[in-house]
């Protein structure tokens, strides 16, 4: 059996990494603030807990009850995907509440920085597979007025993950861990910000302007990749991982130049 600890299953690529990881191989341990009813339906094999990762004091109570259930003696392998994240506050730093910057940071970097500390500690004897991918954003690098909070909190993930990559390299039971930039989704996420007043949040547009030119990709798209990632043989140790095909953003930006070539061609009467 191959256990699973996944956050943010509530929606978006959380519910789509679950759904595809169904199987009777496969024990799912669920994590969000909303029960997704429709993913437990779906199988035995799943283990839902009601959990708002702002209550990072909880999380360690939370991470041994969850290892507590799982059968070591017939695992071939145990996973952490920390998944679950959160935009807002989308404004400018100076008008952001301190109580909406905390939870920002909990959810998006210290949640995933506990989880990551405990399931090394708790898996530091077991002799099987064991991996971790933190869902980061290539807001990391990328940057815009109003994300402030968000890109600090992916770049730190980013560089966390690369650092206990390479404490685990020192490891006799080493843990695999790499960060993964899943790209542009159609997710709640996106719909938030391109949602948002653009006198409070300018990048609002950027937002707005990628779902009108369908550059966009699917949950369930992105979800197959963050999983065949999970399992590759060549698994690189604290690797940061962008999985996004640009090819339609350069194909969006391509066309106006392609556009305008045409235009001057038939000004000039070329062929």
């Not at 956050?7 to 679950?18: D, F, N, V, Y």
């Not at 145990?78 to 989308?90: C, D, E, G, H």
């Not at 998006?108 to 990551?116: E, S």
């Amino acid at each position: 059996m191959k256990y699973f600890i996944i956050t943010g299953t509530s929606r978006g690529i959380g519910e789509a990494i679950a759904e595809q990881l169904i199987s009777s191989e496969h024990f799912l341990f669920c994590i969000s603030r909303e029960r997704n009813e429709k993913l437990l339906n779906k199988s035995k094999n799943i283990e839902y807990h009601d959990f708002d990762l702002q209550y990072i004091d909880q999380i360690e109570d939370l991470l041994n009850r969850i290892f507590d259930a799982i059968d070591i003696s017939s695992a071939e392998g145990v996973y952490l995907i920390n998944n679950a994240s959160m935009i807002s506050p989308v404004s400018f730093i100076n008008n952001a509440m301190v109580k909406d910057i905390t939870g920002n940071i909990n959810v998006n970097l210290i949640a995933p920085i506990i989880f990551t500390s405990l399931f090394i500690a708790r898996t530091e004897n077991y002799q099987i597979e064991k991996r971790i991918i933190n869902i980061s954003s290539a807001s990391a690098k990328n940057h815009h007025p109003g994300m402030s909070l968000y890109s600090a909190a992916k770049a730190g993930l980013d560089v966390f993950s690369q650092c206990v990559g390479l404490e685990q390299n020192h490891s006799k039971a080493p843990v695999g861990i790499v960060s993964i930039w899943p790209g542009m989704i159609d997710t709640n996420l996106q719909r938030e910000a391109r949602n948002q007043d653009k006198a409070t949040f300018p990048s609002a547009d950027i937002f707005e302007m990628v779902k009108e030119n369908g550059m966009l990709t699917s949950p369930e798209e992105t979800a197959k990749q963050i999983i065949d990632c999970l399992f590759k043989k060549d698994f690189k140790n604290g690797e940061v991982v962008d999985i996004y095909d640009y090819s339609k953003v350069q194909k969006h930006f391509e066309a106006p130049s392609e556009a305008r070539r045409a235009r001057s061609s038939s000004e000039t009467g070329d062929n």
